[in-house]
């Protein structure tokens, strides 16, 4: 019996090695959504802490300096904040390719297990065929 062999093999390696290239690079953006988030978080807090952490005497030159940073803060969290827009617009796209990637390996997937049946019964046509002409010549031994 004949090893089945499948003619598109490599284009379908090829794919698979996209598709996980592409879960790879999700993945990282997920880390890097995930780093912007807890540092947004993180400057969120502080900016409520220095809320917090105002004094009833305070000189106008520790009140500017507070509001100062304070401003700073704000400024730091809306770019961060545009940051994660950025990836959560890069994971969706990024998502999308995945999803792409793993429908061309299904359908190269699908295809082998297609050509693979055919191949079984071309196979199994090929025994029978045989096993018909080795009961053929013992008849026909037989007869003599």
């Known amino acids: 019996m004949a090893k089945f062999i499948f003619r ?8 698979e090695n996209y598709e ?3 879960k790879r690079e999700l993945a990282v953006i997920n880390n890097y ?10 400057l969120i ?10 004094k009833p005497r305070m ?3 520790e ?4 509001g100062g940073y304070k401003n700073s803060l704000t400024l730091r969290i809306k770019n961060e904040e545009a940051e994660l827009t950025r990836l959560e617009q890069e994971k969706k796209r990024k998502i999308s390719e995945v999803m792409q990637r793993a429908k061309e390996k299904k359908i190269l997937t ?15 046509k090929n025994e ?11 008849f026909s031994r037989d007869k003599k």
């Open 8 to 15: 598109l093999d490599s284009v379908k390696r090829v794919k």
């Open 20 to 22: 996980k290239k592409a």
């Open 33 to 42: 959504i995930n780093d912007h988030q807890k540092l947004r978080e993180k």
């Open 45 to 54: 807090e502080e900016v409520n802490s220095l809320r917090n952490n105002i």
């Open 59 to 61: 000189t106008v030159s």
């Open 63 to 66: 009140l500017k300096f507070l």
């Open 110 to 124: 699908q295809l082998e297990d297609h050509q693979h049946k055919e191949f079984l019964k071309e196979e199994n």
């Open 128 to 138: 029978l065929k045989q096993f018909d002409e080795i009961a053929i010549q013992n």
